[in-house]
């Protein structure tokens, strides 16, 4: 690199996939208009917006608009306009004369502007806006001589406490304080009863202050006043808030903000003016009704401040509380008249529900701005559907348009948006929902209140399997550690429950029966209500409303079914979760966890028996007790998923876990077995491991310990057969969990075909054999997918041990430190969350290659915890899995990711084929 090189400055990014042009400034008015509407990278949203209402020949006021190029120019240029883009400004400005018939610093007739800002992604109050600029001493005289010199004034106030704020960094506070005095010393409440006398006083302690604090009086060349906001808004791209909010949003900072210089239209200027905001369709709950709100004689900032009520735009929404307040549509009835024409023209233009902000000036209607509206997700599933039907939009656009995540809002019950909420602390949101009960410390106690009729919350500093009938019992539960594939979490998800997981305010103290959160507590017994999807933890009850499934959601849902390729089942392991994923649209079980059957009270001694049996003859006697549990479980499963696949894995877990931690437990383990507590105690410490992820568990126990898995194969076969009998489809699956060499598979299977033929030997004619299949949840069986697949009629991923084992992150510890790795951004998300495409994605897709490489028409599957996170499902589809499985409540978030995989699968190849221009 040369020094000359080195010196110069990088030169600004383009936006990816756009060509950087010289044009910098681009002009909008009279019906023309150099920027469009898709032109939102160089333009922002607002200018692009802009420039198309001024094509569609809808009245805006003539303006102009720099480009984010220019900003990260000027930026990078160490805040310096460059003279090419000031010389265009200036030609745009007399554009704006012309087509407005007022000049700017003009004496008499005054062309005021607005600067404001207008990023790619709308940002919200994080950049600088100046209005009325164009004031000075002498044209306020002319504004008052044509207008109220009250307007004038308070006009001119209005400029230069904006100005000296943002460009001059003269603090608001001290204008704020000047006007505060004034009213003080007139003894008034409301700005409105100051006079013209009042304003031009104002304006003169304003100029003051600015003085004083700038060693400098208020530039009154409305040129200088020009360069000087434009520059501000420029700057404000850098400032801390937009900064803070740019991290949260993951905006990048080279997109840059453009700046709007528009000329200003006043809806304070008198009784035959307004202002005001509205949204096509009801936000709220997408009804086909024009929703709006304005102020008669105010500007923009009124309606937002709350200032003053504002009423409503039109007879058809006007609430019963408000039928005292006259509309838009009687008060102005020819303006309304236009707002109706402009409002269906934009929405039938941009093919979406827009929001909207007009003025009106004396008499006559101006459109200052046009976006998509933000809404509700039952709206945005209304008002898609609707669309579809208007045929506004195709039915595979309506599928798109809904982000899947979001339905998660509308199958759970949700607090009453109007509810007060007294938020005690936060956790993650493990699982959606909103629940409200008082609070318990131990499973037994859930239950036992539960039973008694009473909703409790139960809290625990993390769950076990020994907690599930708590868990069920409950409304929702709180946990203190643990991440979103915790114990509690998953299982959580699966009930369908609301959980807050890993609240680390938390602190459990169970002498003096109570919880505290960093000093507040909350006594057992007492309520407090879990908000599963922002993961906020409350004082009280907070109330709920319970959601409606039909409807617009029912049929959006069918249409994503027309669409998708990828089968969705669920994880279910009780009839009844099975029954609500059917409900939701599964089409089979892809994991049933056999484990969390052996936790039901009346089973759970002859679990620990069959554990802690001394051979083969007590354990067999121990299994003897469960086989025919098992078979009822098996047998109300079957029934429930009648006609569909239902994928039954074998014991994983290790079995200490099964084991007790009592003293009473153990007491009545070593009755049942005919020893004593210290036998039992010496067993379940030689079962102890240091690693029991990666320890005796898994296909592990049915190699060492081949009765249990035969006990639970014989338990499928003949729950099937029974079923079969009374006339109900099953087709049941067993699946091997935790293989890492085929040997295992082999003999596993070897063993379980066996058992299968002893059930049905003496039944040839029925068809209802199970499949033998295993999981890949370990890297070396996703490496040696095509020797396993010889033994594997199908593949499942277990994708949350497969990702901690080829990630070397433990699932129930990562959230300690995984919080730091995505702050700073050597992650950008929770490989427990969504699927690390690069690594364990590239793992799956091997193991596919390879296990369909040796049996071409494997089924291929994935039940970890993925399976219904929307990113995940959509990778699924692409890499041509058969099905996701997920739990019951995701089932409709990933049959609608499915479809919207199938739709961009589509569009891509339609790309492909295109000729190429
Ligand atoms: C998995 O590991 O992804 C899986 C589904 O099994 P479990 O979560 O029960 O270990
Ligand atoms: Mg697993």
Known sequence: MTPKTAKKKAAPKAAPGTARSHKRVYYFGDGKADGRAEMKALLGGKGANLAEMVSLGIPVPAGFTISTEACTEFNAAGGKLSSAVKADVLRSLARIEKSMKRGFGDSSHPLLLSVRSGARASMPGMMDTVLNLGLNDKSVEGLASQADPRFAYDSYRRFISMYGDVVLGVHMESFKNRLEALKDERAIDLDTELTAEDWKELVREYLEVVREHTGKPFPQDPHDQLWGAIAAVFRSWENDRAKTYRKLNNIPSWWGTAVNVQAMVFGNKGDDCATGVAFTRNPATGERVFYGEYLKNAQGEDVVAGIRTPQPINKANRGSDQ???????????????????????????????????????????????????????????????????????????????????????????????????????????ASPGAATGNVVLHADEAEARAKAGEKVILVRA????????????????????????????????????????????????????????????????????????????????????????????????????????????????????????????????????????????????????????????????????????????????????????????????????????????????????????????????????????????????????????????????????????????????IMIPLVAHVEELKRLRAAAEEEIEKVFSKHKGTKVRPTIGTMIELPRAALCADHIAAYADFFSFGTNDLTQMTYGLSRDDAGRFLDVYIETGILDHDPFVSIDEEGIGALIQMGVERGRKTRPHLKVGICGEHGGDPKSVKFCARIGLDYVSCSPYRVPVARLAAAQAAVEAKAASRRARAPRS
């Open 462 to 733: 993390e769950t076990s399997p020994e907690d599930i009938h708590g868990m069920n019992a409950a409304q929702g539960i709180l946990t203190g550690r643990g991440g979103l594939t915790s114990h509690a979490a998953v299982v959580a998800r699966g009930m369908g429950k609301c959980c807050v997981a890993g609240c680390g305010a938390l602190r459990i103290d169970p002498e003096k029966g109570e919880i505290q959160f960093e000093g507040q507590v909350v006594k057992v017994g007492e309520p407090i209500s879990l908000d599963g999807t922002t993961g906020e933890v409350m004082r009280g009850r907070v109330p709920t409303v319970t959601p409606e499934l039909g409807g617009e959601f029912a049929e959006l849902m069918k249409w994503a079914d027309v669409v998708r390729k990828l089968r969705v089942r669920t994880n279910a392991d009780t009839p009844h979760d099975a029954e609500i994923a059917r409900q939701f649209g599964a089409e089979g079980i892809g994991l049933c966890r056999t484990e969390h059957m052996f936790f039901e009270p009346n089973r759970i001694l002859a679990v620990r028996e069959m554990i802690l049996a001394s051979d083969t003859a007590e354990r067999q006697k121990a299994l003897d007790k469960l086989l025919p549990m098992q078979r009822s479980d098996f047998v109300g499963i079957f029934q429930a998923m009648d006609g569909l696949p239902v994928t039954i894995r074998l014991l994983d877990p290790p079995l200490h876990e099964f084991l007790p931690q009592e003293d009473e437990g153990i007491r009545e383990v070593a009755k049942a077995l005919g020893t004593d507590m210290a036998h039992v105690r010496a067993k379940i410490d030689s079962l102890r491991e240091f690693n029991p992820m990666l320890g005796h568990r898994g296909c592990r126990l049915g190699i060492t310990f081949p009765e249990i898995y035969r006990m639970q194969v014989r338990a499928i076969s003949e729950a099937a057969r029974q079923v079969a009998e009374k006339g109900v489809k099953v087709h049941p699956e």
């Open 323 to 429: 039928a005292h307040l006259p509309t838009l549509e009687e008060e102005m009835p020819a303006a309304f008249r236009d707002l109706v024409r402009i409002y269906k023209k934009l929405e039938q233009h941009y093919r979406d529900m827009q929001d909207i902000e007009f003025t009106i000036e004396h008499g006559k209607l101006w459109m200052l701005q046009t976006r998509t509206g933000k809404r509700t997700v039952r709206a945005a599933v209304k008002i898609a559907v609707d669309m579809a039907k208007e045929r506004l939009i195709t039915k595979e656009e309506a599928i798109e348009r809904i982000d899947p995540k979001a339905l998660d809002q509308l199958l759970h019950p949700t607090f009453d948006p109007k509810a007060k909420r007294d938020v005690l602390a936060r956790g993650l949101s």
